[in-house]
T-cell receptor
């Protein structure tokens, strides 16, 4: 069965420090991978996506993610975190090659940013 | 493009009451999805529509839940005889494959 694991429930970083959020997936075919961000009480905003091609993808707000098939990972990175990045981050895998295009989400990583 | 909208944004109801939520997708999107998100969890897929046809329902969608998309535009999600375990954020998303789904702001349901 498809699944997504985000091993870090909560991460705290200092403003200006680098960030890496981990995501591992289990999927039988070529995965379609996504990172979404959710601010408190809000819906989900897409940060970036990987469908095919270059394994390093750039997203909005200075985020990037690297797809590593050998490790079944799609980690999210940002070189310098801003206070406004404090939010919850969700990794998802999509059944895009199939019929539904539904997404399977991880449990999320809550990011706190210290001044 | 005004994005996906959901109404109401918040709903407080007493156990046993029925509630209905509405989702208006992005106009040219033919697919519409409902997800449920409980505290501390990621969104979980409930059901989706291709135009007006409901093509898949999750096992999470008990008999008390029903979703419709009568004209292939907006959708409603009704929960009958609400239970405290139904308290959650209900998210709607729409897409036009192969593009990714766009999510609405969600409806927060609290069952007292």
């Amino acid at each position: 069965a498809q699944s997504v694991t985000q091993p870090d429930i909560h991460i705290t970083v200092s403003e200006g420090a680098s960030l890496e959020l981990r995501c591992n997936y289990s999927y039988g075919a070529t995965p379609y991978l996504f990172w979404y961000v959710q601010s408190p009480g809000q819906g989900l905003q897409l940060l970036l996506k990987y469908f095919s091609g270059d394994t390093l993808v750039q997203g909005i707000k200075g985020f990037e993610a690297e797809f590593k098939r050998s490790q079944s990972s799609f980690n999210l990175r940002k070189p310098s975190v801003h206070w406004s990045d404090a939010a919850e981050y969700f990794c998802a895998v999509g059944d895009y090659g199939g019929a539904t295009n539904k997404l399977i989400f991880g449990t999320g990583t809550l990011l706190a940013v210290q001044p | 493009d005004t994005g996906v909208s959901q109404d109401p944004r918040h709903k407080i109801t007493k156990r046993g009451q029925n509630v209905t939520f509405r989702c208006d997708p992005i106009s040219e999107h033919n697919r519409l999805y409902w997800y449920r998100q409980t505290l501390g969890q990621g969104p979980e897929f409930l059901t989706y529509f291709q135009n007006e046809a409901q093509l898949e329902k999750s096992r999470l969608l008990s008999d008390r839940f029903s979703a419709e998309r009568p004209k292939g535009s907006f959708s409603t999600l009704e929960i009958q005889r609400t239970e405290q375990g139904d308290s959650a954020m209900y998210l709607c998303a729409s897409s036009r494959p192969p593009q990714e789904p766009y999510f609405g702001p969600g409806t927060r349901l609290t069952v007292t």
